[in-house]
């Protein structure tokens, strides 16, 4: 089939193809975490802590841990840092806001972290003469980053903004530095360097927690105070009341962690604001976008992309209740994206997807005539997922269904029977 006549059936359904990159999900936020054992989570991960809102995601920075590969969104199931952490800070911080927010807003979480680690490991290159008076298995967390702990939390720093929005950065370290009165100083070239490499906004707010006020570090309070007068995006994080330590009366306890994260989301809450919120997520009108500001679908003379032409440029005629005509995908991205039969199931529309790897999915379902009827966005672990959509507003007929991921696009007409 020429390529003029693929782009004349769609045309003819009033919807447009294109080969543009898509915007990261306003509506993901993303936070780093970085820090010491604290940050890593000390505290015993409890049953209760092993289910998770899947609003709640967590991007791997370590390879083939826990099943999990380096630079994939996960479900933040604990522990998230290592193999060598436990419950942390991090977990009921994300937790917390995916309660406290609306339900449009997802939550990712980028952690990196290193027991006993002073904040010269943030700030590379680091010194022979520090790594010559490191313990094997300190050696073996930071060979689980990479060798740089820093340079991995920049990667990923990267790697996260290709499908979110990066709202700020989460610290907890300053234990082992206790007695460097120049520590405060050196936590802000960190935040600036960090700033610089990873290309995130110069203002981007930067929480830092304290240690526990009876704890054997407590010293450490009075660095971790001085913080808040190196920067105007800085702010504390209160350890006030919580203590519940462990043995060691370094870290806090499991419970501990689960009020100190929230305390953090509380903090990111107040100082954010309206900034949570969520935003429209509907393209703009923009001709490098496939549907239109307005929700309609617009027409366009764009061309397929010969890659276009070439896998997806046939149809086929298919029975009630699947694509009448193959899906066009358009896709410079990393994600292998596709989808199976689309049909009714009770009292929802079922969306079977497959991807490659995970991330955020948009799903949006249009009338012939370029209406949107729905519009649903979701995170997808790697495999196959059913994306369940509300049949209330979807009478039998035929429509044209998007699905985006990162840069991947598939356009399909649908043919809806009950």
């Known amino acids: 089939m020429k390529v003029s006549h693929v782009v004349s059936l769609f045309l003819g359904l009033g919807i447009a193809v294109s080969s543009a990159f898509a915007a990261p999900d306003p509506n993901f936020h993303i936070y780093l975490a970085f820090g010491q ?24 920075t370590i390879d083939n841990f826990n099943g999990r590969k380096l630079g994939t969104w996960n479900d933040a199931i604990p ?85 979110g929005v990066i709202k700020g950065i989460i610290f907890h370290q300053g234990e082992t530095d206790e007695g460097d009165s120049d520590w405060p100083n050196k936590v802000k070239k960190v935040y600036d360097r960090l700033v610089k490499d990873a290309e995130l906004d110069e203002n981007i707010p930067f929480f830092a927690g304290e240690v526990p006020y ?17 920067s105007k995006n800085f702010y504390l994080v209160s350890a006030e009341g919580l203590n519940d330590l462990d043995m060691m009366r370094i870290h806090f306890s499991s419970q501990g962690y689960r009020d100190f994260g929230k305390r953090y989301a509380e903090k990111v809450m107040e100082v954010l604001g309206d900034g949570l919120k969520p935003v429209s997520t509907t393209p703009s009108s923009s001709s490098e976008d496939a549907v239109s500001s307005s929700g309609a679908a617009p027409t366009s003379s764009e061309a397929l992309s010969s890659s276009s032409r070439s896998h997806h440029g046939s149809s086929d005629s298919q029975g009630p209740g699947s694509s009448a005509t193959e899906g066009i995908a358009v896709s410079n991205a990393p994600y292998s994206l596709s989808i199976g039969k689309v049909a009714f199931v009770g009292d929802m529309l079922q969306v079977p997807l497959s991807v490659a790897r995970a991330g955020v999915v948009n799903v949006r379902l249009y009338s012939v005539l370029g209406n949107e009827v729905v519009n649903v966005s979701d995170m997808m672990g790697t495999g196959s997922k059913d994306i369940l959509l509300s049949r209330k507003n979807v009478p039998a007929g035929v429509y044209m269904l998007n699905v985006q991921m990162g840069a991947t696009r598939i356009t399909k007409r649908i043919d809806l029977s009950h």
């Not at 054992?37 to 791997?60: A, H, W």
């Not at 022979?128 to 050696?139: E, L």
Request: with cysteine; proline share 6%; net charge neutral.
């Open 214 to 230: 009876n704890g054997s570090s407590k010293g450490t309070n009075t660095n971790i105070r001085k913080l808040p007068s190196k």
């Open 79 to 163: 522990p998230l840092a290592n193999k060598h952490g436990g419950l942390g800070p991090t977990d009921y911080f994300g937790r917390t806001l995916v309660e406290k927010l609306d339900p449009q807003i997802k939550v990712g979480v980028v952690v990196v972290a290193v027991a006993g680690c002073s904040i010269v490991l943030f700030d590379p290159p680091v010194s022979d003469s520090y790594w010559s008076t490191q313990a094997g298995w300190f050696m073996d967390i930071v060979k689980d980053y990479g060798g740089d702990p820093y340079q991995r939390l920049v990667d990923m720093a990267k790697k996260a903004k290709e499908d």
């Open 37 to 60: 054992s604290n940050m890593e989570g000390q505290g015993t991960i409890e049953s209760k802590d092993k289910t998770v809102d899947p609003r709640f995601q967590m991007l791997s």
